[in-house]
């Protein structure tokens, strides 16, 4: 975790403890002493009310100075972190921290949101709104009249809704491959790519290897990672070059 996640958890967690909790009558001053604060009324409001108005007063005035001087962009990598953490809470089946990392990475969205309001861009009312909205949208098979018999029934509606949604838009994705975030690792992207990829009938052929059980399979990943470093090559640079390669040439045959 950054030093700057840390400071910022820790202030957040600071003004959230029951030790803190105030009223109209025993307000928090900038300073940290109990004085004054009107804006900073805790009683018995929700959660998500609390923590809005925690990370309000973080980057107001007289909040934190960390918090006051971040944006978007400067954030940015600290979502991608929040979540890694968050994988490895699950993957050790551990609730505890599950819920501590599950809080950092709604931490991100809070931060995000209040930047935005700040710019007069969006809230965290309209972001919780808009995808309540687009799961009731995209399925009909729960909130409308739609049946489906199997989960891939899902999956093309889903895609079907999705399309329409940005057809037209700034945000329409006229090719099959669009959609793959960027900053993917570079194996992930590469699967997603072959994905979309089979899915679009561009790869009508599956690769002529000999046959791998998944443990040789993850061993010969290792070995070409060794080999690379070996020769002072970087794994993740040299996928993301064949990645761009390839698809450069998938676009090219969709286009035909």
Same mark, same amino acid.
């Given at each position: 975790m950054s030093p700057g996640v840390a400071a910022s958890r820790q202030s957040a967690a600071g003004c959230c403890s029951d030790e803190?909790?105030?009223?109209?009558?025993?307000?928090?001053?900038?300073?940290?002493?109990?004085?004054?604060?009107?804006?900073f009324v805790m009683k018995k409001n929700s959660a998500m009310n609390d923590l809005l108005k925690?990370?309000? @007063?973080?980057?107001?005035?007289? =909040?934190?100075?960390?918090?006051?001087?971040? *944006?978007?962009?400067?954030?940015?990598?600290?979502?991608?972190?929040e979540v890694y953490e968050l994988m490895d809470a699950i993957e050790a089946e551990d609730d505890h921290e599950m819920l501590e990392e599950l809080g950092d990475l709604l931490l991100q969205v809070v931060f995000h949101c209040q930047l935005a309001r700040e710019r007069g861009a969006f809230d965290f009312d309209q972001v919780a709104r808009h995808i309540t909205d687009k799961?009731?949208? @995209?399925?009909?098979?729960?909130? =409308?009249?739609?049946?489906?018999?199997?989960? *891939?029934q899902v999956w093309v509606n889903w895609e079907k809704i999705k399309h329409a949604e940005k057809h037209g838009t700034q945000h329409a994705r006229p090719s099959a491959l669009d959609g793959i975030p960027k900053h993917l690792p570079a194996l992930l992207r590469a699967e997603k790519l072959v994905k979309k990829a089979r899915k679009a009938g561009l790869l009508t052929h599956r690769p002529a290897h000999r046959r791998l059980t998944r443990t040789a399979l993850a061993k010969e990943f290792f070995a070409l990672t060794e080999h690379a470093?070996?020769?002072?090559?970087?794994?993740?640079?040299?996928?993301?070059?064949?990645?761009?390669?390839?698809?450069?040439?998938?676009?090219?045959?969709?286009?035909?």
């Open positions: 803190l909790r105030c009223s109209a009558e025993t307000p928090l001053r900038g300073d940290g002493s109990w004085s004054e604060l009107n804006l925690v990370m309000a @007063r973080l980057r107001s005035p007289t =909040g934190c100075p960390w918090d006051r001087e971040q *944006d978007h962009r400067s954030l940015r990598f600290h979502a991608v972190e799961l009731v949208r @995209r399925h009909p098979h729960v909130f =409308g009249n739609v049946k489906v018999k199997s989960v *891939d470093q070996s020769k002072g090559w970087s794994a993740e640079e040299l996928l993301r070059g064949e990645i761009k390669r390839r698809e450069q040439a998938l676009r090219k045959r969709e286009e035909k």
